[in-house]
């Protein structure tokens, strides 16, 4: 397996979640909650250079059809303009699918007695920390980085 932290974002139209796993890719941990809009971009870049991060996963938000919705295209919008920003460092920007990861994340949440409406930045940490689960798994059962990469 590929040795270097790796960050996710569950990007969403109000907040995007934001996790990062330790170098040896064993622990995905939540990070931060950005507010979405015109400074999210350069807040994220600003993780990946603090964090020597390797790739950054973005979720693709897919539907449970294999199809894109509202969100997909947004999605592939702040990633592809991540991927330009991050063009001349050592950083990727790759899509993963992330169906069910903010179900996953409520489901979490009502399990550990949080009320979900009132936890909402954390479950935006939680749905990338299974954004970010998912492709470290994923990189396990291959020969390194996975998901579609963007340029």
Known sequence: MITGVRIALDVGSVRIGVAKCDREGLLATPLVTITAGPEALSEVVALVQDLDAICVYVGNPISLAGRATASTES???????????????????????????????????????R????????????AAVVILEHALDSERHSDGLVGEEVS
Do not use: H, P, Y
């Open 75 to 113: 999605a592939w919008d702040f990633a592809r303009e991540l991927s330009t920003l991050l063009a001349n460092s050592n950083s990727c920007v790759r899509m993963i699918d992330e169906r069910l990861s903010t179900v996953t994340a409520q489901r979490g949440m009502r399990e550990a007695g």
């Open 115 to 126: 009320n979900v409406k009132q936890s909402r930045e954390a479950i935006d940490q939680a």
